[in-house]
């Protein structure tokens, strides 16, 4: 991991590249001392702001601050304490051996008529939930507190609105979003005093943890806040004025889509690239490749682009063959999608393939040697030259849920069905079958599934 950046001078730089980004800064910025020396590559901050200029912080504060720091970070445990398992959204679970060989029902955790069933069976997808040690996170009007072995609520936190993504989850704090009719906050809840820490008046579609900071997307940009205060690190940053769908972190980079894919230096907070615009992107996360060096995101045209991390240009990208032959046909004059209704099922109830499916929600699953992606079909694609390796027809859905992965099992849902599938070749280990139509991702920790359906009710499946 790179060196921390002191406090100090990453607000200083944030600052700085916000107001460069809007055009208010040209060739001289006299909030920037020209003199002042560089961080060097072996200089770490040592966390006390009074050396830097700074008053103390409280000793409370300080406290937390380094709980932040010391957390383990996404990805390093089999608990799923983030969207996408890891900061690099692989929805990969490497510590978990999973479900392999069929599954049956753990429990259920129904919410309350009056907090759920005014709009679940409207929504396409809700918040995949979140597990770390002896607690699941989950919800849409509120948040609960849902105890993993039992089943029973340990404790809610309402919301005025609906919660955004997958809550965040770092030592004891868990970070949340809300947006609704006349309600938007960000907040971080203390998950053992059951109490509110922070709160701020504005409302996030994504969030990520990245140590003590707090990412923030919304549909004008990116801003970052200071995870123990709620304080407002950085100014939004503008994108492209579209809506910003996913975030991830590698090598103090920060990957973001909003159309097309931005990358940003987040120790001071500068744009590297802004990457052409992708043709029908998913609503889905960006996916880093950490050993290839590139972005997976998947988009209407092609199933999956595989981006370079450093430049954001194209390495490959792949579409089933059959797509090709009928893919002018579905786009206007003005290069313009065509009829995106959902009429994708034939009159006989099969799958119409000569086409894209309208649009994708879901985000790609990277494995040891493949990415694996779906419209209807679930395809696995070779990670390095994305050649394609198999298909596995109808047990994914494009529109909301993205595959998730164990050691060696892959987990993708298709209407009211959970599917487990070989790795290695596509064939369906198992197959179970909820109440209703699934709505979040199934996520895997440990030996359990975890995944909700229309019915506004959570499942832990094992």
């Known amino acids: 991991m790179a060196p921390r950046v002191p406090r100090r001078r990453f607000l200083t730089a944030a600052a700085a590249a916000s107001l460069a980004l809007a055009g208010c800064i040209h060739e001289e910025d006299p909030g920037v001392d020209e003199d002042e020396e ?37 990805g390093e445990s089999a608990d799923w ?43 396409r997808d809700v918040p995949d939930p979140a597990v770390s040690g002896d607690c699941v996170f989950f919800g849409y009007h509120d948040l609960f507190c849902v105890d993993r072995e039992s089943g029973e609520e340990v404790w809610r936190s309402e919301l005025d609105g609906e919660l955004t993504y997958t809550p965040e989850v770092a030592a004891d704090l868990v970070f949340y979003s809300e ?16 109490s509110e820490l922070w709160r701020s008046e504005m409302g996030s579609a994504t969030l990520l943890r990245y ?3 707090l990412f923030s997307s919304s549909s004008t940009g ?14 939004e ?27 940003f230096d987040i120790n001071g907070w500068e744009v590297n690239w802004l990457g052409d615009p992708i043709r029908g992107m998913t609503k889905g996360a960006p996916a880093i490749d950490t050993s290839e060096k590139v972005i997976y995101v998947a988009g209407r045209e092609y199933v999956v682009h595989a981006l370079d991390f450093e430049t954001g240009e194209d390495v490959w990208r792949w579409r089933p063959e059959i797509w090709g032959e009928q893919l002018e046909e579905n786009v206007g004059s003005d290069g313009v999608d065509g009829d995106e209704g959902e009429g994708e099922e034939g009159s006989n109830g099969s799958v119409d393939r000569s086409r894209p499916p309208p649009g994708r929600n879901f ?14 079909d679930l395809y696995a694609v070779d990670r390095s030259s994305g050649e394609h390796v198999w298909t596995t027809r109808e047990v994914a859905s494009p529109h909301q ?62």
């Open 211 to 213: 140590e003590d900071l």
């Open 237 to 263: 940053v503008a994108l492209t004025g579209r809506s910003n769908k996913g975030m991830a972190v590698y090598d103090s980079t920060l990957i973001s889509i909003d159309g097309s894919t931005s990358s």
């Open 38 to 74: 560089d961080v060097g590559d072996d200089e770490v901050d040592d966390g006390d702001d009074a050396d830097n200029g700074e008053p103390e912080e409280p000793p409370e504060i300080r406290e937390r601050r380094q709980q932040l720091l010391d957390a383990a970070a996404p």
């Open 222 to 235: 990116v801003r970052l806040f200071d995870g123990v205060t709620g304080d407002i690190v950085s100014d």
């Open 81 to 123: 304490l983030t969207y996408g398992y890891d900061y690099f959204n692989t929805g990969y679970n490497r510590h978990s051996e999973g479900p392999a060989d069929g599954v049956e029902e753990r429990w259920r955790f129904e919410m309350e008529e009056e907090v759920s069933g005014r709009i679940w069976r409207l929504v």
């Open 179 to 194: 947006v609704g009719s006349g309600a938007a906050s960000t907040r971080a809840f203390d998950i053992e005093e059951e």
């Open 401 to 462: 849920m993205s595959p998730t992965a164990s050691q060696n099992t892959i987990y993708t849902t298709r209407k009211d069905q959970v599917y487990a599938l070989d790795v290695d070749t596509g064939e369906i280990r198992w197959s179970y079958e909820l109440p209703a139509r699934a709505v979040t991702d199934p996520v895997v920790a440990g030996e359990e599934i975890f995944v909700a359906d229309a019915d506004s009710t959570l499942y832990c499946l094992g």
């Open 363 to 376: 985000s790609p699953c990277v494995h040891e040697d493949v990415v694996v992606v779906g419209d209807d």
